[in-house]
């Protein structure tokens, strides 16, 4: 018997943290339990005196919704990570080298939004920190002073739906000096305070599982634009997103090469701007430094881009993708930053709306998850080398508190992109503590009959869930079994997983096939060469859809498994059924004798005729053996020579998904030959691509050659370089928390290391066309 179906963990081994410290706000904006300020921006200070410098010093801090913390003047670090806030995570600092004997203060800046957004869940405004120094403890009460940062406009547009506010700061109302222990505070208020383990919605206090973000500064390369634009008259401040996207379509750029600092050229008249564009040389994700001398009371815009689009203007979307920031200068020299609206970008535009300015410094402090060890891949087929250090580079970017979809357009944790990220990071860094975190956290977020959200922690409430995420989610377990030996998750959440695949039985029919699945259904944005896409995509009622019972009957089968591994007999026999009557139930469906393959869906009156490369896949990793007939067949027709121009062709999402199909059967020279066939456009030396993309192309036009959309250009779901490297070259895979090697030809020559889980690293080298392999392993 499973006895983990019927206790937990003792509460002692839950790791809740206790504190003393309270809830602390404005009290102004908490007169009442309900109230909801938007967009606020609050200081807070403590003083405090120590008899000497202490050697252990350590601060558990987090606010809703986002926080930067000083210590006597010195920046430490922003927080928090993206958490449910019944399971609210907690930043733990190591802060003793910043404190001193004397006076000393603890400051912190919080923005509260007031709304949830992509990667928060809005709650109450707060500031919560505990600090433990040497014998001393300060905590957030009632000794502490606050005030309103009024530097900041809260009228300020949203960036999307899924972030927060455009920054729009008045360098004239911020004081330098506020977090310095010297500063006077004699006019601040003191804090509102509240409990925060009976009254507040933080049900639970969670060290923060991953590791701090890593911070480095990182000097932007060359202006590489200059040109102008016309004002337009903007309006309420609310719309001025509307107002800059007017002026993008009016700017003439030309490409220069220049170094900072640099003078800005004067404006041709007083209804236009200067704008300059600064290349950082790669796509970077964190925040924006920079220095500026400028007339007081000048404007000067910044918009950030991941690519520079064909007729070099910025784009910038009226209605999703709003990446701005505004700066209002003092008289003379300032030193300007981001403080909370971390992005991805390689250029920023920043346009001049005075004169007599000087750009005399950019900078980015560049913010990524801290590897302790990273993968090395060396080859002389540039394409494939090219593929590797891209992907490499945007796992990086997109791997921030969660692994996130993009570091710019969305920032939110979807668990399909965080399926493909998991598997291609154990392969970068092997560091699978991310991928433990989401498996509880996409818990948190299902509901009664079963169904997980898409993406959390989010509260960017706007799309249905997507079924197969759920399925995912499902199948990552294994994913993390077989990579880190790891059963506990497994263990907690065996319930959970029962229930989601128990939701998909509500749409079983006599055929033992899941029919008109609701909600939204997001496998792949493929076409084919006349550019048609597959039946799956376009979606109708009446329908039973190849992929959601593929992906079913592994997510079924990974069900069986941890049943028996758990012993859990009766759900043994139920799965076991169960997965023997829907794969056969798949074969009678989806199986066409005529075209020697899985066709995509089927109706009651006739067949799809569509055929794509994603639901072939699929079914030759969980249907059908290698070798076998059917697999021969779908190899042949679907990805090999007898392949025609109506397949509908993977896009970067399922690339992961193909590469992993191939492998298993064997034909890994195909998979690096498509692979690189549709990577083509992003590989070319026209793109200069430092990042892979969401999509095949960038953009999308209007009839007139207007860009009308622009994907992200920094999307991890496709840094399959990764995995080429690593299983298709390297033919690695884990097994419950260990290594395999598999006989494996040598395709090209190349070396590497990849770090793996477990503290394993795979040594690989080619000579004389034969492939050498070691395995070490480093001893915790």
Same mark, same amino acid.
């Given at each position: 018997m499973n006895q983990r179906r019927f206790v937990r963990d003792k509460v002692d081994d839950l790791g809740y943290l206790h504190t003393n410290a309270k809830l602390i706000w404005l009290q102004a904006e908490t007169e009442t339990y309900y109230d909801r300020p938007t967009n606020s921006y609050v200081c807070f200070r403590k003083k405090f005196n120590l008899p000497k410098k202490e050697s252990e010093a350590t601060v558990r801090v987090f606010a809703d919704s986002r926080y930067v913390l000083y210590i006597n003047g010195q920046y430490i670090t922003k927080g928090p990570a993206r958490s449910d806030p019944r399971w609210q995570f907690v930043d733990i600092i190591d802060v003793s080298d910043y404190l001193r004997e004397g006076e000393n203060v603890i400051?912190?800046?919080?923005?509260?939004?007031?709304?949830?957004?992509?990667?928060?869940?809005?709650?109450?405004p707060c500031f919560l920190l505990d600090a433990e120094i040497g014998d001393a403890t300060i905590l957030t009460d009632s000794s502490w002073v606050c005030k309103k940062c009024e530097a900041f406009r809260p009228n300020a547009p949203r960036v999307n739906g899924c972030k927060g506010p455009?920054?729009?700061?008045?360098?004239?109302?911020?004081?330098?000096?506020?977090?310095?222990?010297?500063?006077?505070?004699?006019?601040? &208020?003191?804090?509102?305070? %509240?409990?925060?383990? $009976?009254? /507040?919605?933080? #049900?639970?206090?969670?060290?923060?599982?991953i590791p701090l973000l890593r911070?480095?500064?990182?000097?932007?390369?060359?202006?590489?634009?200059?040109?102008?634009?016309?004002?337009?008259?903007?309006?309420?401040?609310?719309?001025?997103?509307?107002?800059?996207?007017?002026?993008?379509?009016?700017?003439?750029?030309?490409?220069?090469? &220049?170094?900072?600092?640099? %003078?800005?050229?004067? $404006?041709? /008249?007083?209804? #236009?701007?200067?704008?300059?564009?600064v290349d950082f040389g790669k796509v970077l994700a964190g925040y924006l430094h920079f220095c500026v001398s400028g007339h007081e009371g000048d404007v000067v815009d910044?918009?950030?881009?991941?690519?520079?689009?064909?007729?070099?203007?910025?784009?910038?979307?009226?209605?999703?993708?709003?990446?701005?920031?505004?700066?209002?200068?003092?008289?003379?020299?300032?030193?300007?930053?981001?403080f909370f609206n971390y992005d991805a970008m390689r250029y920023a535009y920043f346009l001049f709306r005075g004169d007599d300015a000087k750009l005399c410094s950019a900078s980015m402090l560049w913010v990524t998850y801290p590897m302790d060890r990273t993968s090395s891949f060396f080859t002389t087929d540039q394409k494939l080398q090219k593929l590797w250090n891209i992907s490499a580079h945007t796992l990086r970017l997109c791997m921030q508190d969660g692994f996130l979809d993009s570091p710019s357009r969305e920032q939110q944790q979807w668990m399909g992109d965080a399926r493909c990220q998991a598997r291609f990071n154990a392969y970068l860094s092997g560091d699978m503590r991310m991928l433990r975190k989401i498996l509880y956290q996409f818990a948190q977020s299902q509901d009664y009959e079963g169904m997980t959200c898409a993406r959390y922690p989010d509260q960017n409430i706007n799309w249905a869930p997507i079924p197969d995420f759920c399925l995912q989610w499902i199948s990552a377990f294994e994913d993390y079994y077989d990579f880190t030996g790891d059963l506990k998750p497994t263990y907690d959440l065996y319930d959970h997983m029962i229930r989601a695949v128990r939701w998909f039985t509500a749409f079983v029919r006599k055929d033992h096939l899941v029919w008109d699945i609701p909600y939204w259904q997001y496998y792949d944005t493929g076409a084919n060469a006349l550019g048609q896409r597959s039946d799956y995509v376009v979606g109708e009622e009446g329908c039973a859809c190849a992929v959601d019972n593929l992906m079913l009957l592994e997510a079924v089968a990974v069900m069986l498994?941890?049943?028996?591994?758990?012993?859990?007999?009766?759900?043994?026999?139920?799965?076991?059924?169960?997965?023997?009557?829907?794969?056969?139930?798949?074969?009678?469906?989806?199986?066409?004798?005529?075209?020697?393959?899985?066709?995509?869906?089927?109706?009651?009156?006739?067949?799809?005729?569509?055929?794509?490369?994603?639901?072939n896949a699929l079914a030759l990793l969980h249907l059908f053996?290698?070798?076998?007939?059917?697999?021969?067949?779908?190899?042949?027709?679907?990805?090999?020579?007898?392949?025609?121009?109506?397949?509908?062709?993977?896009?970067?999402?399922?690339?992961?998904?193909?590469?992993?199909?191939?492998?298993?059967?064997e034909e890994r020279e195909c998979a690096i030959r498509l692979m690189l066939d549709l990577y083509a456009e992003a590989l070319?030396?026209?793109?200069?691509?430092?990042?892979?993309?969401?999509?095949?192309?960038?953009?999308?036009?209007?009839?007139?050659?207007?860009?009308?959309?622009?994907?992200?250009?920094?999307?991890?779901?496709?840094?399959?370089?990764?995995?080429?490297?690593?299983?298709?070259?390297?033919?690695?895979?884990?097994?419950?928390?260990?290594?395999?090697?598999?006989?494996?030809?040598?395709?090209?020559?190349?070396?590497?290391?990849?770090?793996?889980p477990n503290g394993w690293t795979l040594i690989c080298k080619t000579e004389d066309n034969k492939l050498i392999r070691e395995l070490i392993r480093e001893e915790e």
């Amino acid at each position: 018997m499973n006895q983990r179906r019927f206790v937990r963990d003792k509460v002692d081994d839950l790791g809740y943290l206790h504190t003393n410290a309270k809830l602390i706000w404005l009290q102004a904006e908490t007169e009442t339990y309900y109230d909801r300020p938007t967009n606020s921006y609050v200081c807070f200070r403590k003083k405090f005196n120590l008899p000497k410098k202490e050697s252990e010093a350590t601060v558990r801090v987090f606010a809703d919704s986002r926080y930067v913390l000083y210590i006597n003047g010195q920046y430490i670090t922003k927080g928090p990570a993206r958490s449910d806030p019944r399971w609210q995570f907690v930043d733990i600092i190591d802060v003793s080298d910043y404190l001193r004997e004397g006076e000393n203060v603890i400051a912190a800046m919080v923005l509260y939004y007031g709304y949830g957004t992509g990667h928060s869940i809005d709650s109450i405004p707060c500031f919560l920190l505990d600090a433990e120094i040497g014998d001393a403890t300060i905590l957030t009460d009632s000794s502490w002073v606050c005030k309103k940062c009024e530097a900041f406009r809260p009228n300020a547009p949203r960036v999307n739906g899924c972030k927060g506010p455009c920054e729009i700061f008045d360098c004239r109302n911020y004081e330098d000096n506020w977090m310095m222990a010297d500063y006077n505070d004699g006019n601040w &208020e003191r804090v509102h305070t %509240r409990e925060v383990h $009976r009254l /507040s919605p933080f #049900r639970n206090l969670l060290a923060r599982p991953i590791p701090l973000l890593r911070e480095e500064k990182i000097d932007a390369v060359s202006v590489v634009g200059i040109g102008e634009g016309v004002a337009v008259a903007e309006g309420p401040l609310e719309r001025l997103h509307h107002a800059i996207k007017a002026e993008c379509e009016s700017m003439a750029l030309k490409p220069t090469c &220049e170094a900072l600092p640099l %003078r800005v050229p004067p $404006r041709s /008249s007083g209804e #236009r701007f200067v704008v300059l564009c600064v290349d950082f040389g790669k796509v970077l994700a964190g925040y924006l430094h920079f220095c500026v001398s400028g007339h007081e009371g000048d404007v000067v815009d910044v918009i950030f881009a991941e690519v520079q689009p064909p007729d070099l203007r910025p784009f910038v979307n009226g209605t999703t993708y709003r990446p701005i920031s505004r700066f209002i200068l003092r008289e003379g020299s300032n030193d300007l930053q981001v403080f909370f609206n971390y992005d991805a970008m390689r250029y920023a535009y920043f346009l001049f709306r005075g004169d007599d300015a000087k750009l005399c410094s950019a900078s980015m402090l560049w913010v990524t998850y801290p590897m302790d060890r990273t993968s090395s891949f060396f080859t002389t087929d540039q394409k494939l080398q090219k593929l590797w250090n891209i992907s490499a580079h945007t796992l990086r970017l997109c791997m921030q508190d969660g692994f996130l979809d993009s570091p710019s357009r969305e920032q939110q944790q979807w668990m399909g992109d965080a399926r493909c990220q998991a598997r291609f990071n154990a392969y970068l860094s092997g560091d699978m503590r991310m991928l433990r975190k989401i498996l509880y956290q996409f818990a948190q977020s299902q509901d009664y009959e079963g169904m997980t959200c898409a993406r959390y922690p989010d509260q960017n409430i706007n799309w249905a869930p997507i079924p197969d995420f759920c399925l995912q989610w499902i199948s990552a377990f294994e994913d993390y079994y077989d990579f880190t030996g790891d059963l506990k998750p497994t263990y907690d959440l065996y319930d959970h997983m029962i229930r989601a695949v128990r939701w998909f039985t509500a749409f079983v029919r006599k055929d033992h096939l899941v029919w008109d699945i609701p909600y939204w259904q997001y496998y792949d944005t493929g076409a084919n060469a006349l550019g048609q896409r597959s039946d799956y995509v376009v979606g109708e009622e009446g329908c039973a859809c190849a992929v959601d019972n593929l992906m079913l009957l592994e997510a079924v089968a990974v069900m069986l498994r941890f049943a028996e591994l758990l012993e859990d007999e009766e759900a043994i026999e139920f799965y076991g059924d169960y997965h023997q009557n829907l794969a056969e139930a798949c074969k009678k469906a989806f199986w066409s004798e005529e075209k020697g393959c899985m066709i995509d869906c089927i109706r009651p009156t006739h067949p799809s005729e569509s055929v794509s490369e994603l639901v072939n896949a699929l079914a030759l990793l969980h249907l059908f053996a290698p070798h076998s007939p059917e697999a021969e067949a779908i190899l042949e027709n679907v990805f090999g020579k007898a392949a025609n121009d109506l397949i509908v062709r993977a896009d970067f999402y399922s690339s992961s998904t193909i590469v992993r199909a191939l492998e298993k059967h064997e034909e890994r020279e195909c998979a690096i030959r498509l692979m690189l066939d549709l990577y083509a456009e992003a590989l070319s030396d026209q793109a200069d691509a430092t990042s892979t993309w969401e999509t095949r192309k960038l953009f999308r036009y209007d009839n007139r050659g207007n860009i009308t959309w622009q994907y992200s250009a920094c999307h991890a779901w496709g840094a399959i370089g990764l995995l080429l490297g690593a299983e298709v070259l390297g033919g690695v895979r884990y097994e419950s928390g260990v290594p395999v090697l598999d006989d494996v030809p040598t395709i090209i020559p190349f070396q590497a290391e990849f770090c793996m889980p477990n503290g394993w690293t795979l040594i690989c080298k080619t000579e004389d066309n034969k492939l050498i392999r070691e395995l070490i392993r480093e001893e915790e």
